[in-house]
């Protein structure tokens, strides 16, 4: 079984802060993807990383594929309150995905006014 | 865009009875699956389908059986439910479009 260890699992800044969400394994995957849920909603996808080093930006989210497509990282700059909810990360295995995601456990983020 | 219907957003069953969570979904995709979701454990695969009448066991299969009779409708099955089946429930439907969720039903086992 594939493992995603996500970090942190919780994060309360305030506005205007930058921050980083991790997601390691030693496993490899083919893709991975990065959802946003908030409270009695299902995730909803921001980004799909495909290629070992790639860097995605979304405003001002970044997210970054290791080169070993083995891990990922969110980024967020100058948060805002918007940006509140559970970020969840998702590996897409080598055999394609067919079988469902691997998911880490989440980060609980809240931005303070 | 896709849409995942789940038909229920809240439910509340009594322990023993026999639960139906259905699922639509609207874009002729092959696979389907179920998840549950839970506090400090994440979200965990119940079971997935990749065609009409197939299934195959995710990680934490009992408990649980599903039935695929039409393409379009995963319906996941709680034979007997227990308090250990509360959960936030998450259907998820996978094809061109990438992954996509439905909003989730939270059902309650008391």
């Known amino acids: 079984t594939q493992l995603l260890e996500q970090s942190p699992q919780f994060l309360s800044i305030q506005e205007g802060e930058n921050l980083t969400v991790y997601c390691n394994s030693s496993s490899v995957f083919s893709s991975l993807q990065w959802y946003r849920q908030e409270p009695g909603e299902g995730p909803v996808l921001l980004v799909t990383?495909?290629?070992?080093?790639e860097v995605k930006k979304l405003k001002r989210l970044t997210f970054q594929f290791g080169d070993a497509r083995k891990d990922s990282s969110l980024h967020i700059t100058a948060a805002q309150p918007g940006d509140t909810g559970l970020y969840l990360c998702?590996?897409?295995?080598?055999?394609?995905?067919?079988?469902?995601?691997?998911f880490g456990k989440g980060t609980h983020l809240i931005i303070q006014p | 865009d896709v849409k995942v219907t789940q038909s229920s957003r809240y439910l509340v069953k009594r322990t023993g009875e026999k639960v139906f969570l259905e699922c639509v979904q609207d874009m002729d995709h092959e696979n389907m699956f179920w998840y549950r979701q839970d506090p400090g454990l994440g979200l965990r695969l119940i079971y997935f389908?990749?065609?009409?009448?197939?299934?195959e066991k995710g990680d934490i299969p009992e408990g649980y059986s599903v039935s695929r009779e039409k393409k379009e409708r995963f319906s996941l099955i709680l034979e007997s439910a227990s308090t250990n089946q509360t959960s936030m429930y998450l259907c998820v439907t996978t094809g061109n479009y990438g992954y996509t969720f439905g909003s989730g039903t939270r059902l309650t086992v008391v």
């Open positions: 998702a590996g897409v295995p080598s055999g394609g995905g067919a079988d469902g995601l691997t």
């Open positions: 389908s990749y065609d009409v009448k197939m299934k």
């Open positions: 990383v495909v290629t070992g080093g």
